[in-house]
């Protein structure tokens, strides 16, 4: 009887995981619909190569965990947009001229919307019980999404996307969860 | 279930949709009992236990589309219902299946009768009891003469199918009083 009662159990876990796989699989549709819209905005598919499969794995396993993880993936994906916008407004504006000498905007544009990014992700773990947990998230999340625009300029746009990111979080949410433990 | 107990439930539950493993626990010790008795009250033997435990295995695995302000008891009671209802559903096609298939209500294959066979033959065993209660007592006679094929001495045979006639048109009068067409 008892082990009937067990089996009943175990079956009703596996079901609850196999529920949450599948609404984690409806979940990431949305973001598979942002990274295709990608690739044709860009015009280029190789970022969305290099980034759209590691994004959808990520956002997928974080919406099966759920609770903190689950959490930080919207606020991730709208911070990643804030990086991948900017990168298309540098596009479009070309390159800056000082003297004879011109510059592509592309990597500054990164760098400053990879900060933007951070300040909204900061944020959105300013609200949470676990800052930390929904920054790390949310982080890997919102670099991701900005990779998506920011690798087509090659290593040195994911780095300014990352440095902006850590710059224009990091300091908030560290700070944040000082004062928690403090308190 | 009292208020404290259901307010804990509507707790993990909430928890258990957010993603909270350790809620899973709680919520099942709380629900099972109730669905269970829920079922069991609803059919019969071991399809009440079968019928639980399919609605805790569809109520898990939708346990994400909680809605927070819901109540966890109403909502798992919602799904047993539903189980209780296919199963219902089930039984009464199984049961027209085998009418169509032999004309009457089958028996088992070792012979006896399944207990729906055994329902629908109680009440139709009622039922005709009932009809024939409102029959006079001549009238009743006057049938169970004919059920059993005889023929009464001291009537003569031509009084007796005008009897019978008689008694027979208000059997089919009383039956369809009590039962319709």
Request: glycine letters at 10%; charged letters at 20%.
């Amino acid at each position: 009887m008892e082990a009937d009662v067990d089996v009943a159990k175990e079956g009703a876990r596996r079901a609850y995981e196999r529920g949450r796989v599948r609404d984690a699989l409806v979940g990431i549709l949305p973001i598979a619909v942002i990274i295709v819209l990608a690739g044709f905005v860009d015009r280029t598919w190789t970022p969305v190569i290099f980034a759209g499969p590691p994004l959808l794995v990520v956002t997928a396993v974080l919406l099966w965990r759920g609770r903190h993880f689950g959490r930080a993936v919207l606020p991730g994906v709208a911070a990643g947009v804030v990086p991948f916008v900017a990168m298309q407004i540098a596009r479009a504006t070309g390159h800056a001229c000082a003297g004879s000498a011109c510059y592509s905007v592309c990597v500054p544009a990164c760098v400053i919307g990879g900060s933007l990014a951070g300040v909204l992700l900061a944020q959105m773990a300013k609200r949470s019980t676990a800052p930390l947990t929904s920054w790390g998230a949310g982080g890997v999340v919102a670099a991701l999404t900005g990779a998506l625009g920011c690798a087509c300029v090659g290593t040195f746009g994911v780095l300014g996307l990352l440095v902006g990111l850590l710059v224009g979080s990091a300091p908030l949410v560290l700070l944040q969860s000082r004062g928690r433990v403090q308190r | 279930m009292n208020s404290t107990a259901r307010a804990q439930l509507n707790e993990h539950m909430r928890r258990l949709a957010d993603g909270d493993r350790s809620a899973f626990e709680p919520v099942y010790a709380s629900l099972w009992a109730p669905v269970r008795a829920f079922c069991s009250r609803a059919l019969t033997g071991l399809d009440g236990e079968d019928a639980a435990q399919q609605a805790l295995l569809k109520m898990f695995s939708r346990a994400s589309s909680f809605d927070p302000s819901g109540d966890a008891l109403t909502w798992a009671l919602s799904f047993a219902a539903w189980e209780c209802r296919t199963v219902r559903r089930r039984r009464v096609r199984a049961r027209i299946g085998d009418v169509d298939a032999n004309g009457a209500v089958d028996a088992r294959v070792d012979g006896n009768p399944t207990p729906e066979a055994a329902v629908i033959e109680a009440e139709l065993e009622a039922a005709a009891l009932e009809v024939l209660g409102a029959l006079s007592e001549a009238d009743r006679a006057t049938l169970m003469t004919t059920m059993c094929d005889e023929v009464p001495s001291d009537v003569g045979a031509a009084t007796f199918r005008k009897r019978r006639e008689r008694a027979m048109t208000r059997l089919r009068e009383a039956w369809r009083k009590v039962y319709g067409s």
